[in-house]
């Protein structure tokens, strides 16, 4: 491994320790009769998931800002199970993840996956999971995390990889696209906690919410309460030149095993200039509600464009909009716009240059940052769940951090970019910057 991708790996781990850093640790005492303590217990606390991150509680790792995180740290001993009792969420995605530290890529044991996707979890008898065939959310589902998982245990993750014995693992809890934004409306899974003869079930914590595009007074959205990693390297010392997108490895990012990222750096470019990104847009799920999958005609569950800054946790780009509002720097599949081919030309310019962009036909706008102007950029596609059949998943690409070989196999929908004068883009259209 080269001094580059070394310290791109170091960053990558401890950029996703800061999600485990935050949830604190907890211990199981064998025997304790209703008395134990565990995920989301430290000293009194008795209530599970007290951890819940987005782009306004934690703007870090370049969070989506169509994602919602809730984490839990839990102990890793021996005989411990942590039952999960939940109902399907009315969103467009949903996941359950185990991780142990430092945090790194899932494990994978006996040929069970360290998580559960939506649609993998069997639901409760008498209950309907609405990413297995057509119905409203709200069935409900029971999945146990414990020792000695036997391949093909259906709704059973492995607690911890074989051998371990102690330490500390994180479940996270994902949610993209809930039904109308509204993160508040999502039931959190109870737990239930069996040691030793002992058991308790633990209800959620009081959670906090904070509503995105509420007034700000600052631009200042970087995390403060959490410890910095290693900032980026500089421009000079990445690992391929600005406007390349390349596929990332999956520790560069708070690893979720269904989405492979494709990412590229980037300086803003002089004030009458922008950037352009132009691509074959995937297909879809759409909406902000539960679908069966896989799905005919649907590349993917969900793609987006996010653009964060390149320094210490990586915060997604969050500047205040002449409305009050916030103007986040991603832009889902169903906010991006395709011509009458399927591409989609993102143009990335300054808030001053977004109605002038947006005028533009077929263009969808993306800001920089308005705080930090000069700073490097990363900008970063996701294709999260991507179905078996399609053919140019950069899951698929096997060299990390090669533009060429992530191009190879991407083929229309690796993403191309060039700086642009804005009066072109206007003149000529997004074709006119890159044919």
Not at 59 to 88: C, H, K, M, Y
Not at 269 to 283: E, H, S
Not at 403 to 408: C, G, L
């Amino acid at each position: 491994m080269d001094a580059t991708r070394t310290r791109h790996t170091a960053l990558g781990l401890a950029v996703l320790a800061l999600v485990a850093a935050c949830s604190p640790a907890a211990t199981v005492a064998p025997g304790s009769s209703g008395s134990a303590a565990g995920p989301g217990l430290a000293g009194a606390q008795a209530c599970a998931w007290p951890e819940a991150f987005n782009l306004s509680t934690a703007n870090s790792l370049i969070l989506d800002a169509a994602e919602q995180v809730w984490t839990d740290a839990f102990p890793i001993a021996p005989g411990l199970r942590i039952v999960l009792s939940g109902a399907f969420p009315d969103a467009r995605y949903a996941s359950l993840q185990v991780y142990t530290q430092p945090y790194a890529s899932p494990f994978t044991r006996n040929g069970v996956g360290s998580g559960l996707t939506d649609y993998q979890i069997a639901p409760d008898p008498g209950s309907v999971n609405p990413w297995q065939q057509q119905a409203a959310p709200g069935g409900r589902y029971t999945v146990t995390l414990r020792e000695d998982v036997a391949p093909g245990q259906t709704n059973t993750l492995p607690i911890a990889p074989a051998g371990t014995t102690s330490g500390q693992g994180l479940l996270v809890y994902r949610v993209y696209l809930p039904a109308g934004g509204d993160f508040s409306r999502v039931a959190l899974p109870s737990m239930r906690l069996e040691q030793g003869g002992s058991a308790q079930t633990l209800g959620p914590c009081a959670s906090f919410y904070s509503p995105l595009n509420a007034p700000r007074p600052s631009v200042s959205f970087a995390p403060t309460a959490v410890p910095t990693p290693t900032p980026t390297p500089a421009a000079s010392t990445q690992p391929v030149g600005q406007l390349q997108f390349f596929k990332a490895t999956i520790g560069t990012l708070g690893p979720n095993t269904d989405t492979p990222y494709v990412l590229a750096y980037l300086t803003p470019p002089g004030p009458g200039d922008v950037v352009v990104i132009r691509a074959k847009g995937l297909t879809h799920a759409t909406g902000d509600h539960p679908s069966p999958w896989p799905a005919a005609g649907e590349d993917v569950r969900y793609w987006s464009m996010c653009v964060a800054l390149a320094t210490g946790v990586l915060p997604t780009v969050m500047n205040l909009a002449p409305s009050g509002g916030v103007d986040t720097g991603c832009r889902a599949d169903d906010q991006v716009k395709l011509d009458a081919a399927g591409d989609y030309a993102i143009v990335l310019g300054t808030e001053a240059q977004r109605a002038t962009i947006e005028g533009v036909a077929g263009a969808t706008f993306l800001p920089f940052s308005a705080a930090q102007p000069a700073t490097t950029h990363i900008l970063a596609l996701r294709d999260m769940l991507v179905d078996p059949s399609f053919a140019n998943s950069p899951g698929l690409v096997t060299r990390a951090n090669d533009p060429a070989a992530t191009e190879a196999v991407m083929g229309p929908y690796y993403p191309r970019a060039a700086v642009c004068p804005l009066s072109t883009l206007v003149a000529a259209g997004a074709a006119g910057c890159l044919p």
